[in-house]
């Protein structure tokens, strides 16, 4: 307890040894760039995608990454529009099967009889 007191009575004594600490603990922390440690922690932090949480989209193939981007815009071009229509009318159109036949994402972990035989990775990203 006299300790206490004795660091309080020391500390509250004036201003100077408190620039004093200031800048000792200040010169401390620069390193030779002129950056403090603080400052350099902030840059060096890694930035969060929100997009791409997990950073799966570095772990894919080229080929992954061609399969997913070519089923994702034939999906937003062309299927998306005849699915709103053809749900609104109560009806199915066949030639969207024979499309994604043509495509190959019917069966596509099936190698030969005309099948892509690609990975369980790019059969999940077409799912």
């Known amino acids: ?23 000792v603990s200040s010169a401390a922390q620069t390193e030779k760039g002129g950056r403090t440690q603080s400052q350099l922690a902030k840059s060096s932090r890694p930035e969060f995608d929100w997009q791409d949480p997990l950073v799966l989209e570095e772990q894919l193939t080229t080929d992954e990454i061609l399969i997913r981007d070519t089923f994702r815009t034939y999906c937003q071009e062309r299927l998306m529009p005849r699915i709103l229509l053809a749900n609104r009318n109560e009806v199915f159109h066949r030639e969207i099967i024979s499309e994604m036949g043509e495509l ?10 005309g099948c ?4 369980s990775v790019a059969y999940g990203l077409l799912a």
Request: glycine fraction near 18%; charge should be positive; avoid cysteine.
């Open 116 to 119: 892509a035989g690609v990975s």
């Open 104 to 113: 190959g994402v019917l069966g596509p972990t099936i190698k030969g009889y």
């Open 1 to 23: 307890m006299a300790l206490r007191g004795v660091s309080v009575r020391l500390l509250s004594r004036g201003p100077g040894l408190h620039v004093l600490r200031t800048w």
